[in-house]
């Protein structure tokens, strides 16, 4: 007897509420827009009034601007003159400018062991600080091995003496606990991290603040340099005209006129 047939599997597509939220996030504009009366809102912010959507891009196209539809939920949907490159030019630049000014506190980890001398616990200590002073948190980690486990205490010790290295830059955000075979701690910087300012304005700031100044002793001999120069050419200049007249006198009595022979 054969075996039924399966079923095929229907491709899920997107359902109602992905197309509502795919439509919401694009903005439609002229012809795009299927609704039949809009309210029109002018490039300068005025409102113009309710209109069919054809004579509001009408009136779009005589001013050379497009119909942008802002604000599809509204009843009538409200409309907008603008110019629908620069809208997004704007707001992607301001999409550019907050990611910029958003402060990522990231969690940097310092690795311990209960074996840990003094010169590597000074090394781990700076780098801790370093972090700290950037604004990022700080999370010590002091893992244990085989017997370590029974002396949890040394682990403890070397947690609060780590923090003693760097209470003047932190907090303590966590205080130190066992997790697995690891004791960990986190560091909370006290001051907030400041996000760094544009390239342009750095350049700005590189600009006017680098500038090096000339002190005035400088200028003096530059310009006695300059007036030595000038000096040395004039007086060139005068023995070459006194050379080429002494040439011209010696030339002059070489030359005698020719005796007449009756």
Do not use: W
């Not at 590189?206 to 030595?228: K, M, N, Q, V, Y």
């Amino acid at each position: 007897m054969p075996r039924p047939k399966r079923p095929l599997k229907q491709m899920s597509g997107p359902g109602p509420g992905d197309r509502e939220a795919a439509s919401s996030s694009e903005l439609r504009v002229n012809r795009r827009i299927r609704v039949p009366r809009v309210l029109v809102i002018d490039e300068n912010g005025g409102k113009l009034g309710e209109f069919l959507t054809e004579d509001a891009l009408r009136i779009a196209q005589e001013r050379g601007l497009d119909l942008v539809e802002v604000s599809p939920n509204a009843y009538p949907p409200v409309c907008r003159i603008a110019d629908f490159g620069k809208m997004k030019y704007e707001k992607k630049k301001k999409e550019t400018q907050a990611r910029r000014n958003q402060v990522l506190v990231q969690l940097k980890e310092v690795k311990l062991r209960p074996k840990t001398d003094e010169h590597d616990m000074d090394f781990k200590v700076r780098h801790a600080r370093r972090f700290l002073e950037e604004g990022n948190k700080v999370k010590v980690t002091v893992r244990f091995r085989g017997r370590e486990m029974a002396h949890r205490e040394i682990g403890e010790e070397q947690c609060l003496e780590f923090f003693e290295a760097c209470k003047d830059l932190c907090t303590v955000e966590m205080t130190p606990r066992m997790e697995g075979k690891a004791m960990f701690m986190i560091l909370a910087p006290t001051r907030k991290k400041v996000p760094k300012p544009p390239r342009e304005m750095r350049r700005d700031g590189r600009a006017e603040g680098d500038e090096p100044e000339e002190d005035d002793e400088d200028l003096d001999d530059l310009t006695d340099d300059d007036t030595s120069d000038e000096d040395d050419d004039t007086s060139e200049e005068e023995e070459d005209d006194d050379t080429s007249e002494e040439e011209g006198d010696e030339a002059s009595e070489e030359v005698e006129p020719a005796a007449d022979p009756s």
